[in-house]
């Protein structure tokens, strides 16, 4: 996993001051990166590279890496539709004039490029975007190049938020670090793939302590067998809580028992038609280690409820409870809810922590994650979205391994399913919940069909060869 900021310009000021760097020795290195990618990706020297630069210091690193294209493509076009501002940008445009590279005035002149580096705004994007500014940004996103964005895709704000448009890049560059306005779920469209710039020191004297990070691949720890004398309940015992729409208590205790968990008992109250191996029960067995329930749960009785939330062994809480006021009673002991952002307002609301509506979470996601879980300490939250958000206490996880073949009816429910398994086998509450989503989300990414194909079906297939 990799740190996340919520801004780097105080890392670049630990560098001025205690390794003697100074901003053109930043700037030389930004650019070096952009240019590095450029040449991996780029390979004809007739090929055309525009670079778009604003009036900062991301156009500066616009400017500077157009220093380093000289004689490394035939066609560098570089585009400044407006007077420069920062002293970096001055001094890097004034270098370029000495060396006579060309300018372009219209952009509209530009008929076929291979390459577009958006430098227009950076970290200092602090308002809405002109009229013009919209133009050219909706112009650049017409090109069918390959598109990369210096720091941050313009039109994204230093709270991931998108005013009006923003450069849909195939790479983001940022430089020094992650920050946090890099994976709200709106700036996931427009993001590409992201690439950390080393700035002249190594990560580690770069980057300070943090208790936000970004998820990957490597971290999955799946729930092998090491031990040789085991036996089923060596693997805990999941119980899943079906409630009226039975599929989706049915697809988690199916989700569970592929993920390792060593029994899976669906809780019911009629006879269901379900796999062999899943056990059925009106009552919770006594030798229950982890519950699943929320999940399609519908009208239930509330003492049944109570009953089943007061035992004392590891929870995961989904969907309808998230609309119940009861739920309140079990928050300051440790326990994974997993709402979408619809059940997430709701949630606050009945903390009485904000009345807002989905618009605002999720321009907001992270401080309101936050604010939760500051107030429950002891909660693992795990708020679905294009990035999940997984918070305890003050550490933040992000995982952005997601795609849209995901967006279906079940996949959360199979998701519960992975987490309470794992809670049975005796992962504790963080490491379920970030095993689970990383686990959900990977498979979905091997998936080999159409992205619209995707059924919890296969996502249980697929947790078995993962
Ligand atoms: N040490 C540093 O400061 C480094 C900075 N670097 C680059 O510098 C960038 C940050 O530079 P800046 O702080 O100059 O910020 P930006 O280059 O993002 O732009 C800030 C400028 O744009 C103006 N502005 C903001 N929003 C506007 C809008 N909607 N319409 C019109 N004008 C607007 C501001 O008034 C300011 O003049 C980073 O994103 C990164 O690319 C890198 O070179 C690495 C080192
Ligand atoms: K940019």
């Given amino acids: 996993m990799r740190k996340i900021f919520n801004e780097v310009a105080s890392l670049d000021k630990k560098c001025y001051e205690k390794f003697s760097l100074n901003e053109e020795l930043l700037m030389e290195h930004a650019a070096l990166a952009l240019k590095k990618d450029i040449k991996k990706n780029i390979k004809a020297f007739d090929s055309t590279v525009l670079i778009v630069c604003g009036v ?18 035939k066609n560098i076009h570089i585009y400044i539709p407006f007077e420069l501002k920062s002293q970096m940008a ?23 490029v291979d390459c577009i580096v958006d430098c227009l705004f950076g970290s200092g994007l602090n308002k809405p975007l002109n009229e013009e500014t919209n133009t050219i940004i909706d112009k650049l996103n017409e090109f069918n190049s390959y598109k990369i964005a210096c720091d941050i895709p313009s039109g994204i704000d230093n709270k991931g938020v998108i005013k009006t448009t923003a450069f849909k890049a195939n790479k983001t560059i940022t430089m020094g670090a992650l920050k946090l306005s890099l994976f709200t779920d709106s700036a996931k469209e427009y993001i590409g793939k992201l690439k950390v710039a080393n700035l002249g020191v190594s990560d580690i004297i770069y980057e300070n302590d943090s208790n936000m990070f970004l998820l990957e691949k490597k971290d999955l720890k799946l729930p092998f067998r090491d031990t040789k004398n085991s036996h089923k309940g060596s693997f805990g015992h999941a119980c899943v809580v079906v409630g009226c729409k039975k599929g989706a208590g049915v697809i988690a205790s199916s989700a569970a028992f592929n993920f390792g968990a060593g029994l899976v008992t669906a809780i019911v109250h009629e006879e269901l038609q379900l796999p062999y191996y899943i056990m059925q029960s009106h009552k919770l067995p006594s030798n229950v280690t982890a519950i699943a329930l929320g999940m399609g749960l519908g009208l239930y009785d509330k003492n049944e409820l109570k009953q089943i939330l007061n035992t004392n062994v590891a929870k995961v809480i989904d969907a309808d409870l998230f609309y119940e006021e009861l739920l309140l009673d079990y928050l300051n002991q440790e326990i994974i809810l997993t709402p979408h952002p619809k059940e997430f307002c709701s949630l606050l609301s009945l903390a009485k922590l904000a009345d807002i509506n989905i618009d605002t979470l ?5 401080e309101y994650v936050k604010m939760f879980c500051k107030k429950y300490p002891k909660v693992t939250l795990l708020l679905k979205g294009a990035n999940v958000i997984i918070c305890q206490n003050d550490k933040l996880y992000v995982n952005t391994l997601g795609t849209s073949a995901l967006s279906k009816g079940g996949s959360g429910d199979v998701l519960s399913g992975l987490i309470v398994a794992l809670l049975a086998q005796g992962y504790n509450y963080l490491q379920s919940a970030i095993n689970a989503s990383l686990a959900h989300t990977l498979v979905a990414k091997k998936f080999q069909g159409n992205n619209y194909a995707l059924t919890p079906k296969d996502l249980i297939k697929g947790i078995k060869s993962l």
């Fill in 90 to 112: 001055i001094l890097q445009y004034k270098r370029l004039k000495l060396l006579g590279l060309n300018f372009i005035k219209d952009l509209n002149k530009v008929k076929k």
């Fill in 56 to 73: 900062g210091n991301n156009g500066a690193d616009g400017v500077t890496l157009a220093r380093l294209l000289q004689n490394e493509y």
């Fill in 362 to 366: 999720q321009n907001n996601r992270f």
